[in-house]
C-alpha cells in the first residue's frame, strides 16, 4: 500500500487509488449492501472508478474522510472507514467490509485506531453511528466498538424514511 495512514495488526487504512475500481465494484454487489446501502452500489467498474476518482480528488481539501481497509497479507481491498461531515457540524461513522470478509472482526480492528484518529485530526470529542435498524450486524459493530444507543425510530435514511438507531460515540476525558 502506498499512502498508509494508520495500522492495525491485520490492516493498512491509507487512501484509494484508481485500480481499486474493480474490487470496489465487486464488493459493493452483495445482497446486504443492495439492502441497506442501495446508494452506495455501484455496478461497474466504470461507476466504481468515477466515484473513487472523485474520492481521491478530494483528499488534499480533508473530507470526505473515506479510506480503504487492505489486508496486510495480500494487499487485497476488503472495505473502508469513512467519517462524514454533517450539515450541523457533528460527524457520522461509516463503513463497509466485502461479504468475504465479513464475521471476522476487521471493521472492529479498524475503528479501534480510526476513530481516534479522526476524534484527533478534526479536534471533536463525539462522533454519531446511524444504521437500519434491521442491520443487527452493523448494531453490533458499533455497540462493540464503544457506541451509546441514543434514538430508535423513524428518519430520513439514504433518502427514505426508515426505522432507523442512531448511536454515540464520545471519547472519555
Do not use: C, W
Amino acid at each position: 500500500m502506498d499512502t498508509v495512514l494508520l495500522e492495525t495488526k491485520r490492516l493498512y487504512i491509507g487512501e484509494f487509488k484508481p485500480d481499486m475500481a474493480l474490487k470496489v465494484s465487486q464488493g459493493s454487489l452483495d445482497e446486504d449492501t443492495r439492502k441497506f446501502l442501495p446508494d452506495e452500489v455501484f455496478e461497474t467498474e466504470e461507476e466504481a472508478k468515477e466515484t473513487l476518482e472523485f474520492l481521491i480528488s478530494q483528499y488534499h481539501d480533508g473530507n470526505p474522510l473515506i479510506y480503504p481497509l487492505i489486508l496486510k497479507t495480500d494487499d487485497s481491498y476488503i472495505g473502508y472507514v469513512e467519517a462524514v461531515y454533517l450539515k450541523d457540524g457533528s460527524y457520522e461513522i461509516g463503513y463497509h467490509i466485502n461479504e468475504e470478509y465479513r464475521r471476522k472482526g476487521y471493521i472492529k480492528e479498524a475503528l479501534s485506531v480510526f476513530i481516534p484518529y479522526i476524534l484527533r485530526i478534526k479536534k471533536i470529542d463525539e462522533i454519531y453511528g446511524v444504521v437500519d435498524a434491521n442491520n443487527i450486524a452493523s448494531i453490533r459493530v458499533l455497540e462493540n466498538t464503544g457506541f451509546k444507543k441514543v434514538y430508535e425510530g423513524i428518519a430520513r435514511y439514504h433518502h427514505q424514511d426508515k426505522q432507523i438507531v442512531k448511536y454515540i460515540y464520545k471519547e472519555e476525558k
